[in-house]
């Protein structure tokens, strides 16, 4: 598997790695000209197509190719009612810390996390008052006593329309209400039978108090989420549950949470059944697998239980997928079992019945979200990211040792030097090539300086035209990762080119 045992990529640094980042062009501070807004990213050519690679990648993997979970594409804003039904009105809150003194001001969580080494996640503001008064925490600026402030909502609120007809409205911080919210709609016009799934792919929006390690908390981001929506006495019922139910996840239980030095262990897919349901299991597992299979290596990837006191106010359980990154492990996606909660919430906030009719039990359900996977694209973008930078000592360039499916370029196209002849064939293979692939070409500056320009960038392969070229109409096709290279004829160029990406054929 590509990136797997390499040494170093965990002394970059996550600030390295920003500027990395805006160098090459993959990621920029959103109007950094006029000295930015913090928590908003623009991406650039590179960082453009990665994120679309690893998006399209994982929609494949996950919806494209299931018949029984469908897309929809819902709107950015969306009206006070969905969010007061949804709780996120009330409950969608975090806490500031003020310094009485210098007015420093903190998020709570982290500062309490960070003093005291507790999950902070989900503390009310008695128990965030109490747990300041019992440490005697204070200002680690200037030592002086905290205030805790009045809770602070997450939502980006506007309005719609104008003058009196103007009417309160919210940029969604999650993609899940648009799916709640659209649930009878779907089931009206689709032939949906339970079990199914509907997912979505877009933007949210979270007014974050402190923002921090780059792409990892923005305000602005997207997500990928499915709602798996089950008969509520059937939440175990997983046709095929058997063929996975013995594959290995690495996992951090909530009894190891509680130990001194909480280690994952592996465990059998079943036994996130038995914490969760199978339905969650079964879909937690398909998301790791997808991790593995595009470079992440099993050292690096673990789920996490949640603990009973950081659940959201809707989940029954939820299980994290952390990546380990250069400043700990983070959750790069989440899994939760919301139950009935938002279908019953909009049934009685919108007064419309939200049900289907299963034909089995010959009755009318309230259904239950058995599993949601939520999959945070800038998350997941950053750990790709970590997982393959390398800076090469033998080569003096840095190398990104991307899953050549999600690599931004598949190809670099070079003539050797600038001769007329061979730029003539190297622009033909560079045509040919980027009609179906992101090819870059590129005939500047010595060969070693193109092929460090390529890996920096993660392009899996370069195809070198040389003289030999002209007599035997064959080129250079030289490996990222081992510098291997093979020559092969012009025209057959077209046919290895798939299975390289695809992995099918090795350069040796
Ligand atoms: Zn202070």
Same mark, same amino acid.
């Given at each position: 598997m590509v990136g797997n ?290 470079g ?92 393959a ?12 040792h991307f899953n050549p ?36 070409? &590129? /005939? %500047?500056? *010595? =060969?070693?300086? +193109? ?11 370069? $195809? ?7 007599? &035997? /109409? %064959?080129? *250079? =096709?030289?490996? +990222?990762d ?10 057959? $160029? ?12 090795? =350069?040796?």
């Amino acid at each position: 598997m590509v990136g797997n045992n390499r040494k170093g990529k965990n002394d970059v640094t996550i600030e390295e790695m920003a500027a990395f980042c805006k160098k090459k062009g993959f990621v920029f501070p959103t109007a950094e000209i006029y000295s930015g807004l913090a928590g908003f990213f623009d991406f650039g050519p590179p960082g453009m197509i990665l994120k679309k690679n690893i998006k399209e990648a994982f929609w494949e993997h996950m919806v494209r190719k299931r018949s029984n979970i469908l897309g929809i594409d819902g709107s950015l804003i969306s009206p006070f009612k969905v969010w007061k039904a949804s709780g996120h009105v009330d409950n969608f809150v975090d806490h500031l810390i003020v310094c009485e003194k210098c007015k420093l001001q903190m998020k709570a969580e982290e500062f309490i996390e960070d003093a005291l080494n507790i999950d902070a996640d989900g503390l009310t503001d008695d128990e965030i008052e109490k747990i300041v008064k019992e440490n005697d925490l204070r200002c680690p600026k200037c030592n002086s006593e905290l205030h805790i402030e009045k809770p602070l909502n997450l939502m980006f609120s506007t309005s719609v329309g104008s003058g009196k007809d103007a009417v309160k409205a919210y940029l969604r911080p999650e993609t899940a209400q648009s799916i709640f919210i659209n649930f009878k709609n779907i089931v009206e016009s689709q032939r949906v039978k339970l079990p199914f799934g509907i997912a979505q792919q877009g933007k949210a929006f979270r007014n974050e108090i402190s923002p921090r390690n780059f792409l990892f908390r923005t305000r602005e981001f997207e997500q990928i989420e499915i709602e798996f929506f089950v008969h509520p006495e059937k939440v175990d019922d997983v046709a095929g549950f058997n063929e996975i139910e013995d594959q290995e996840i690495n996992l951090l239980t909530r009894e190891e949470q509680a130990k001194e030095n909480p280690k994952e262990i592996k465990v059998p897919v079943k036994e996130i059944a038995s914490r969760g349901n199978k339905w969650q299991a079964y879909f937690v597992y398909l998301s790791y697998v997808w991790f593995l299979n595009h470079g992440i290596s099993r050292d690096h990837l673990r789920v996490r239980e949640h603990l009973k006191e950081e659940l959201a106010h809707y989940a029954k359980s939820c299980f994290d997928i952390e990546y380990k990154f250069p400043f700990g492990w983070k959750e790069i996606m989440g899994n939760a079992d919301r139950g009935q909660y938002d279908l019953k919430q909009h049934a009685k906030e919108s007064k419309e019945k939200l049900e289907i009719y299963d034909e089995e039990s010959k009755t009318k359900v309230i259904p239950y979200v058995a599993s949601e996977p939520s999959f945070g694209v800038e998350r997941a973008f950053l750990a790709f990211l970590f997982e393959a930078f390398e800076y090469d000592e033998e080569r003096e360039n840095n190398v990104l040792h991307f899953n050549p499916k999600l690599a931004p370029y598949k190809f670099g196209v070079f003539p050797l030097i600038k001769d007329e002849k061979l730029i003539k064939i190297a622009k033909e293979i560079f045509n040919n090539l980027n009609e179906r692939y992101n090819t870059e070409y &590129d /005939e %500047s500056g *010595t =060969i070693g300086r +193109r092929y460090a320009r390529q890996d920096e960038l993660g392009t899996p392969f370069c $195809i070198t035209v040389d003289f030999d070229s002209l007599k &035997d /109409e %064959s080129v *250079t =096709i030289r490996d +990222r990762d081992t510098k291997n290279q093979i020559r092969v004829k012009i025209s057959e $160029i077209n046919e290895i080119a798939n299975d390289l990406i695809e992995g099918k054929r090795r =350069i040796s």
